[in-house]
């Protein structure tokens, strides 16, 4: 999302594009599937706090380097991250309807693997590097 922010700087299109990009990224192999930390056991919830704290801590940083428009990169950070914040409701209610259907299709294409994680570690390299030259630019 911080990418979509600095590189499309019409809100209108970064926004969208940012949500997209959430799907496009699941698509591909990314961490996941750890025997280790179950759904909602404690090592998950340490994985999901250790999610945030990182993205957060690396929003602060870009936003340290005096982006363009610091609303937008927030706004698409959070845009992009925003499906997954879904995924308890959706399994809390357990019913058809849109958000369900939601839930399946987000479900449905994700590609997760305990390998995954050097994709992930490759991805988040080259995009914060990308993000700091947009910024500096």
């Keep these: 999302g911080s990418l979509i922010a600095v590189t499309v700087t019409e809100p209108a299109l970064a926004v969208p594009l940012a949500l997209a990009s959430h799907f496009v990224l699941d698509s591909i192999p990314h961490y996941g599937n750890d025997p280790n930390a179950p ?3 404690r090592p998950f919830f340490y994985r999901v706090a250790a999610d945030f704290i990182a993205s957060t801590l690396m929003i602060l940083f870009f936003l340290s380097l005096h982006p363009p ?3 937008l990169l927030v ?3 959070i845009v992009a991250i925003s499906p997954d914040f879904l995924w308890p409701v959706a399994l809390k209610i357990k019913q058809k309807g849109p958000l369900w259907d939601f839930f399946k299709f987000h479900k449905n294409i994700q590609t997760e693997s305990r ?3 050097f994709v992930e570690i490759v991805w988040f390299i080259l995009t914060a590097s990308l993000v700091v030259y947009k910024i500096r630019a």
């Design 115 to 117: 390998s995954g994680i």
């Design 75 to 77: 706004v698409c950070a």
């Design 39 to 41: 759904a909602y056991s």
């Design 69 to 71: 428009n610091p609303t």
